[in-house]
């Protein structure tokens, strides 16, 4: 019913977050555009036709927005971990049937919203801050027209593997099931929260972003 769609990576700045991703894939991110009223911008690196990577951060050219920002942008402790530098905030899930998977979910699934970037179109469903596992469980995503990944240069890196850890593993897992996201995330106990992507790049390394 839904699948990874992409990969979200938070930072204080567009620029430390392209740094980041230069420094730890070898690869130049595509500049993204500004997400009108939601208080964020972003750049893309695709990851081949059906995933990509966004780099977000809080957009200083626009005041702040009336919901708060994606990923948790603005919550103290994702400030303070963005401090020490660029990390992973969350996975965002793709799907075609969104109004009936939210009608399913109830207030589990989250507010649905409109949302534009330019000439790209699509409604996301953002669980509640409390339901969201720490941002293990995903934003679902439904594309209006066409997706931004297919738009985006591919940098022949690939998303091998995305890995979750949280104390409360069954619960992260049964949320996932919920969404027809068995299979899509590797979920594992872990003391703390923590979300783990394994690229390969274009030079064949395995390469890891993760959260802090």
Known sequence: MAEIDHIVLGARTLAEGAAHVERVLG?????????????THNMLLGLGPDCYLEVIAPDPGQPQPAHPRMFDLD???????????PALVGWVARTSAMDALVARLGPRGGELREMRRGDLHWRMAIP???????????????????????RLKD??????ALEAEHPEAGQVLAALAD??????????R??????VARIRGADGAEHVLASA
Do not use: Y
């Not at 919550?75 to 530098?85: F, N, Q, R, T, Y």
């Open 179 to 188: 969404r027809g996201l068995e299979g899509a995330v590797k979920v594992r």
């Open 155 to 160: 940098s022949h890196a690939r998303l091998v």
């Open 128 to 150: 509640p801050q409390r339901q969201d596992m720490d941002n293990l469980v995903p934003a679902l995503i439904e594309w209006r027209g066409e997706r931004a990944g297919r």
């Open 190 to 195: 872990g003391a703390h929260p923590r979300l």
């Open 27 to 39: 690869l130049k991110c595509q500049p993204g555009g500004v997400h009108e009223g939601a208080g």
């Open 75 to 85: 919550d103290p402790s994702v400030k303070l971990m963005l401090e020490a530098g």
